[in-house]
């Protein structure tokens, strides 16, 4: 984006640009899906001594028999994912309006707020 485009748009009061697509959500989303759940201490524990386990050439000759049990559980920690995670994330992709302010006669800060009804 040119600092002209910038500029138009703060000028412009474009200061909250929107989401253009669907699209664009569900990359943010697909992007977010591998950092969802963070691995326990545990399960790397567990990863750990399994690749350590694997790399005796004693107990196995010929490659470690371990690498997909591993693929398992790094994998299987996006399927128990909090949904809220991927809620807050779409919440926050959500453009917010700023919220108005007005001056008072003696020069306070009055804060609008919307009527309940």
Known sequence: MSNSNRLQEIISDDLFPTVQHVSDVKQVLEFMRPHAQP????????????????????????????????????????????????????????PKPPKPILMTDQGQFKKITPAKG
């Open 39 to 94: 691995l326990r201490e545990e399960q790397v524990r567990a990863i750990l001594y399994l690749e350590h386990l694997g790399e005796n050439k004693l107990l196995h000759p010929g490659k470690n028999p371990y690498k997909d049990l591993i693929k398992h559980i790094i994998g299987y920690r996006e399927m128990i994912a909090d949904p809220e995670f991927f809620l807050d994330t779409i919440e926050s992709l959500v």
